[in-house]
């Protein structure tokens, strides 16, 4: 069964610095995509972004990247030049398939507030 | 266009009451997921629709549950003789179709469940 972990306890950032969540996967797939998505206080998922596990270049969308290690079944989300509105539960989630195949699965999440 | 809608957005029930919760997905979107999620805890995979097939429902908890899309559109997530444990936010998610990895889901704000 596939399996995402978020161990960081509450997460703490400086305005304007970078931060780093942490997030490894169990899989014995070869091919599987792994997605972030944002959760602020409102209560709506946001799609931040997307890496495929064929991928050969980390994804980058906008202030955002993922730091993709395959070989350590990891895909941290590195945020770039913090803001206040980034304050929000952050998941990451797997998608090991197509068609039936194609439910996601999430970690538990991570909580991240930003400091002015 | 419209995101993803839900109604109705919060239902206080007692138990043993039956609830029907409706999703309105994006408009030509073929692929369509329910989760559910707890509070502090990442979204769950519940069941998952192409067009009006149930191709997925291996996540839905036992019997009680049960959802159904008629018409390849609309979906309605049903739980029959609830129960205190089914409280949470029940989530549906659309996708332009599952054929690729990359298939980005759009969530819905979510349909809170309270069960007294």
């Known amino acids: 069964a596939q399996k995402i972990t978020q161990t960081q306890p509450g997460m703490f950032v400086q305005e304007k610095e970078a931060v780093t969540l942490d997030c490894t996967y169990d899989?014995?797939?070869?091919?599987?995509?792994l997605f972030w998505y944002k959760q602020p206080s409102s209560g709506e998922m946001i799609f931040l972004i997307y890496?495929?596990?064929?991928?050969?270049q980390n994804a980058t969308e906008g202030r955002y990247s993922l730091n993709f290690q395959k070989a350590r079944k990891s895909a941290n989300l590195v945020i770039s030049a913090s803001q206040l509105g980034d304050s929000a539960m952050y998941f990451c989630?797997?998608?090991?398939?197509?068609?039936?195949?194609?439910?996601?699965?999430f970690g538990k999440g991570i909580t991240l507030s930003v400091r002015p | 266009g419209a995101g993803v809608s839900q109604s109705p957005r919060y239902k206080v029930t007692k138990r043993g009451q039956d609830v029907a919760l409706r999703c309105d997905p994006i408009?030509?979107?073929?692929?369509l997921y329910w989760y559910r999620q707890a509070l502090g805890q990442g979204p769950e995979f519940l069941t998952y629709?192409?067009?009006?097939?149930?191709?997925?429902k291996s996540g839905l908890p036992n019997d009680r549950f049960s959802a159904e899309r008629p018409e390849g559109s609309i979906s309605t997530l049903t739980i029959q003789r609830t129960e205190q444990r089914d409280s949470a936010m029940y989530r549906c998610?659309?996708?332009?179709?599952?054929?690729?990895?990359?298939?980005?889901?759009?969530f819905g704000p979510g349909t809170r469940l309270t069960v007294l």
């Open positions: 998610a659309s996708s332009r179709g599952a054929l690729s990895l990359y298939n980005e889901q759009f």
């Open positions: 899989t014995s797939d070869q091919s599987y995509g």
């Open positions: 890496q495929g596990s064929y991928d050969e």
């Open positions: 989630a797997m998608r090991k398939g197509t068609g039936a195949n194609s439910k996601l699965t």
């Open positions: 408009s030509g979107h073929v692929s």
């Open positions: 629709f192409n067009y009006e097939a149930q191709q997925d």
